[in-house]
């Protein structure tokens, strides 16, 4: 199954709720999540803003997994730094290689990190899988967030989706080609991968702009405006 988030975002139980609502409860369960030092806080909210997103809003848990997948992953390896580069203190373990040990700061540093992005993740995935980005950009425009950073904001939205789709079908071409067949053609098939996927990124970002200039382009995109409801 393919994660659509846009799809996702426009068929859910709480897509129509006030879109100002899930922005303003976002932000706020986001600040006090960071700026409490409190690991039960952070797991409370895990839990409450998932059963939110799976038994409320009715999302999958398999889009749901998907969501957390790629942020864990880049979570998984700066905890890991933290865990066994970072801090000072008493040392609790020693690996016995090149002196690499763990210390009671570095294993603090590492597990409050862990928590603590593991509490956000689920307040973000509330926004995102719930509101359609035209609503959310909408809003910012409203709240007088500068266009600019508006803009940006959709541009990065539409090309991170065409960053995706574009690894998704080289994937698919060279699984076909049995090119994950084995670990060294897998690695291979990697290096492949990650260096044509720079060029592609460089081309369709060029396409772009040549979309935008066909289309009258001067300097401002237009953003959605949902129609005043008539009493």
Not at 59 to 79: G, R
Not at 82 to 107: C, P, R
Not at 181 to 191: A, E, R
């Amino acid at each position: 199954m393919k994660f659509d988030m846009d799809y996702i975002a426009h068929h859910n139980a709480l897509t129509e709720t006030n879109p100002y609502f899930k922005l303003f409860l976002t932000i706020i369960l986001l600040i006090v999540t960071l700026a409490l030092d409190n690991l039960y806080f952070d797991v409370l909210i895990f839990v409450v803003m998932s059963i939110v997103i799976l038994a409320i809003a009715r999302i999958s848990y398999k889009s749901y997994l998907k969501f957390l997948s790629l942020p864990m992953a880049f979570l998984v390896i700066t905890c890991f730094f933290l865990l066994f580069f970072f801090g000072k203190g008493n040392v609790i373990f020693e690996t016995g290689i090149w002196g690499i040990v763990i210390t009671d700061d570095s294993w603090h540093y590492a597990v409050y990190t862990f928590m603590r992005v593991m509490a956000c993740l689920p307040c973000l995935g509330f926004l995102a899988l719930t509101t359609p980005i035209a609503k959310i950009l909408n809003c910012l425009r409203t709240l007088k967030v500068p266009k600019l950073m508006v803009e940006i904001a959709l541009l990065m939205y539409n090309t991170i989706f065409i960053f995706l789709n574009e690894i998704d079908t080289m994937q698919k071409a060279q699984d076909s080609r049995l090119g994950y067949n084995s670990y060294w053609s897998s690695f291979k098939s990697l290096g492949a991968l990650a260096s044509t996927i720079f060029l592609r990124s460089l081309d369709k970002s060029e396409t772009l702009q040549f979309a935008l200039d066909s289309r009258g382009y001067s300097g401002e995109l237009p953003v959605y405006e949902p129609r005043k409801k008539e009493n």
